[in-house]
């Protein structure tokens, strides 16, 4: 059974209400499944799902973690 946990909402900057979410997913896939880290775009949070969502598994959570950091330095 999928279990889900938000950890944060933030608010998508340059959107009226649009949102950022980032939580956790045990079992994401059915029983047994490795856990992930969910992160939804929402354009609007009037949406019942989010614009575009990505799931990251735990185990290549530190390097994409290194990798998002790498990229604010380069804006």
Same mark, same amino acid.
């Given at each position: 059974?999928? &279990?889900?946990?938000?950890? =944060? %909402?933030? $608010?998508?900057?340059?959107? /009226?209400?649009?949102?950022?979410? +980032?939580? *956790?997913? /045990?079992? $994401?896939?059915? /029983?047994g *499944?490795?856990? +992930? #880290?969910?992160?939804?775009? !929402?354009?609007? =949070? *009037?949406?019942e %799902?989010?614009? !575009?969502?990505?799931?990251?598994? +735990?185990e290549?959570?530190? &390097? #994409?973690? %290194?990798?998002?950091? &790498?990229? =604010? /330095? &380069?804006?």
């Open positions: 059974m999928k &279990e889900s946990q938000l950890i =944060k %909402e933030i $608010p998508l900057a340059s959107t /009226k209400d649009g949102a950022i979410t +980032v939580a *956790t997913l /045990k079992e $994401p896939y059915g /029983k *499944t490795d856990p +992930v #880290v969910s992160v939804g775009i !929402w354009l609007s =949070k *009037t949406s %799902e989010p614009d !575009w969502k990505v799931h990251i598994p +735990v290549n959570l530190d &390097e #994409v973690i %290194e990798a998002l950091q &790498e990229a =604010k /330095k &380069e804006l």
